[in-house]
């Protein structure tokens, strides 16, 4: 433990799932190790496919995306996303997009709620619409439109968006032309860096517009992350911050985040 002061005053190790490795390449015998929450992770898949660790966190593996449970709180209740799109023949991909950078995963989720930065970093023309916000014990549920202009054209951009605890982060974009499943895996590495891993996929649509999808969705969600990256390295932490009405689900957001920091995380596991 160091003893500068912290970036923020609560823990970087919330409870709660987080992204590990991709196993969809690995055959039996197979031996990797990820890192999560400063600790390295070994896992190996066994001849009958089912992947195990070598200590006693819990785990889970969905359609080759290896997760890990952090803490000890909402184990039983907290789901996870299921992304059958990823290797779906209805869709395209994945695709994959990779950012190591110096935030707080809280603050990473965060950006999902905030409709008011919506028209000043990704080019709306006004803050979305919010037309559902639910939260549903460590699950975050809520839905968005709004008016986006691209290459000069307007189109409505429909979001629905669940957040599973502050590291997992499923999406569907839905826009008048293409429509997009993403998942965001928001991993901390150590006390001060995230992981996120930006998996996506494309619906098909037909041979010609698949091509032209294929070409021009990839760099444009890349690029409309890598608005958001600057913000988060920067950020600072304001207990009492000042909202304006559309960033109100913001303070909703901190209120649910509270239940992943109620008790201190118990570190179960060999570093
Ligand atoms: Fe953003």
Redo the contacts with the bound molecule.
């Keep these: 433990m160091s003893d500068r002061t912290p970036r923020y005053p609560f823990t970087s190790y919330p409870n709660g799932w987080y992204f590990i490795a991709e196993t969809r390449d690995m055959k039996p015998g197979d031996e990797r190790s990820g890192i999560v929450c400063g600790t390295r992770i070994l896992f190996r898949m066994q001849s009958n496919g089912i992947i195990v660790l070598d200590n006693a966190m819990q785990c889970h593996e969905d359609n080759g995306l290896l997760y890990v449970f952090w803490g000890t709180q909402q184990k039983e209740v907290m789901r996870l996303p299921h992304f059958v799109e990823l290797r779906d023949d209805g869709w395209m991909g994945p695709f994959n997009h990779v950012f190591k950078i110096r935030s707080h995963v809280q603050d990473i989720t965060e950006?999902t709620v905030?409709r008011a930065?919506?028209v000043n970093?990704?080019g709306y023309r006004s803050a979305p619409a919010c037309h559902s916000f639910r939260i549903d014990g460590p699950h975050l549920v809520m839905s968005t439109e709004g008016p986006r202009t691209m290459f000069g054209i307007t189109e409505t951009i429909k979001m629905d968006i669940t957040c599973y605890g502050v590291g997992l982060i499923e999406t569907y974009v839905v826009s008048d032309h293409v429509t997009t499943k993403i998942l965001i895996t928001n991993t901390p590495i150590d006390e001060d860096t995230v992981r996120i891993n930006l998996w996506f996929a494309i619906k098909k649509q037909g041979r010609l517009r698949d091509t032209i999808h294929r070409l021009l969705v990839p760099p444009l969600v890349h690029r409309?992350f890598s608005?958001?990256l600057p913000i988060w390295e920067n950020k600072i932490y304001r207990a009492q911050p000042i909202l304006c009405a559309e960033e109100k689900d913001v303070a909703n957001y901190r209120r649910w985040a509270r239940q992943f920091f109620q008790e201190a995380t118990v570190n179960e596991v060999a570093a």
């Design positions: 950006n905030d930065h919506m970093v990704h409309e608005y958001d």
